[in-house]
């Protein structure tokens, strides 16, 4: 199994390898949430992929059960090749789904997918349970007047881990939970919302004579624990299997005939124009982990929102159609596949500064943008939905055209007229998130 997983490792280092003698080029999960590097120099391990094979007279060979909307769409025009399974792999049939509505937000496992549960483990199989929340409560907040604890660098709420305090998921910071409100002093202090930590108690408590496993980015830091994972599943040595997005794609065992989500609600409502897409990815390629070894299947959406319209094209397994629907929207607002994107991000540690310097290059960008392309959409600038990070502020600047290379050039001879040592500029061609 280590060398399975050092392979693809390989693989994914081989879009910047040099060596010439490559014929072709295989790509993984080619969902929406594509490779792309976060860091500079930024880049999209996809395009370089097939800007490569144009170069070296190779294929690119893109797999995913969720393909991205960017891709379905090229594939659609001929611009890429379509080919797709008609029938499952192996013996196994599609799961049946349920979407449950919870009863409210407390609420974390309804009698539905507590009866399934314990029939497949009475079975002698196993259940995977996905939350994509990490920690064990995402809120620390005053009972009496309702101030949250925030990360003093960030602009976001700090999450309470069960034996370390509070964290903050973005930039690291750390601290204890306060004794009282820094507010109002009430000692009040409440811990509310659930995470991976506070749903692995609460399994144990409903299912005490089951043995479960938690796989996130916090006990996935253990020497070992992947690959301890996958011993115990395959050895049907685990009962439950309780996980963020980590455990919804690429494992492949035969003994889960259960899949739960705790709470599909989670990310949907995000500032950003994928996030839909992303959500209704991650489901269905969680609901993919049940039925693979031959055994009927049962996926149950726990939502608050079962109205939702994403849940009926889920309950049917229907990625075709919500694919249909999603092109009418990003067609009707003109964002991608129906444009190009670039996202120009400026941060620094004074806000007033930022928020100026923002100002100066916007105009700037406007200004060349009306005299030499006209046609480009220029959106902003305005505070990034999260707009602290690390201890710097950050705004952002969205730009609009049909053209790759207008977008480029504006942004070129805008940044040459730009002078700023105060602030950081970070350019984003095709970014895939906004936040």
């Known amino acids: 199994m280590k060398d399975y997983i050092k392979s693809l490792e390989i693989i994914l280092l081989s879009t910047i390898v040099t060596s010439r003698r490559i014929s072709d080029w295989l790509t993984g999960r080619n969902s929406t949430k594509v490779r792309q590097w976060q860091s500079t120099p930024r880049y999209n391990a996809r395009r370089i992929a097939f800007h490569r094979s144009e170069t070296e007279n190779a294929k690119v060979i893109l797999g995913s059960a969720t393909p991205s909307i960017e891709t379905l769409y090229a594939a659609e025009r001929g611009v890429i090749e379509l080919h797709t399974l008609s029938e499952r792999y192996g013996e196994g049939k599609l799961p049946l789904i349920e979407i449950v ?10 009698p539905r ?17 996905l939350l994509n929340r990490r920690g064990f409560a995402p809120f620390v907040l005053c009972g009496d007047c309702g101030t949250a604890a925030e990360c003093p660098d960030c602009s976001i709420g700090m999450n309470y881990h069960r034996g370390k305090g509070m964290l903050c998921h973005y930039c690291g910071y750390s601290a204890d939970v306060p004794v009282k409100c820094s507010k109002c002093g009430s000692e009040s202090i409440l811990k509310l919302g659930s995470g991976t930590q506070k749903i692995e108690e609460t399994i144990t408590k409903e299912f005490p004579d089951y043995r479960v496993f938690r796989l996130d980015q916090d006990s996935a830091r253990k020497k070992d ?11 049907r040595e685990i009962d439950i299997l309780l996980g963020t997005q980590m455990i919804s794609k690429g494992f492949d065992f035969h003994g889960v005939t259960v899949a ?16 839909t897409e992303k959500i209704f990815s991650l489901l269905m390629q969680l609901s993919g982990r049940s039925g693979r070894g031959g055994s009927e299947g049962r996926v149950i959406i726990q939502t608050l929102n079962e109205e939702h319209i994403i849940f009926d094209y889920l309950k049917r397994q229907d990625y075709s159609g919500f ?7 990003r067609k009707m607002i003109n964002y991608p596949p129906f444009t190009r994107l670039a996202r120009i991000v ?9 928020c100026e310097s923002a100002d100066t290059l916007a105009e700037i960008l406007k200004k060349t943008g009306s005299e030499k392309f006209p046609k480009i959409m220029i959106l902003g600038p305005s505070p990034a939905p999260l707009t602290k990070i690390g201890g710097n502020y950050r705004y952002h600047i969205i730009l609009k055209s049909s053209k790759l290379k207008d977008l480029t050039a504006l942004i070129k001879t805008a940044l040459d007229s730009f002078k700023s040592k105060a602030v950081y500029v970070e350019i984003d061609i095709d970014p895939v998130d906004m936040l």
């Not at 509505?101 to 309804?110: F, G, P, Q, V």
């Not at 739960?260 to 996030?275: S, V, W």
């Open 113 to 129: 997918l507590k009866l399934f549960t314990n029939r497949a483990v009475k079975e002698g199989n196993q259940a995977v349970y």
């Open 101 to 110: 509505k919870l009863k409210n937000s407390s609420e974390e496992i309804t």
């Open 346 to 354: 400026i941060r620094g540690k004074d806000e007033d500064t930022v």
């Open 323 to 329: 694919y249909r629907e999603e092109l009418k929207i």
């Open 225 to 235: 624990a992947v690959f301890d994972l996958l011993e115990q599943m395959h050895k």
């Open 260 to 275: 739960g989500i705790i709470m599909a609600d989670i990310g949907l409502n995000m500032p950003d124009f994928r996030a």
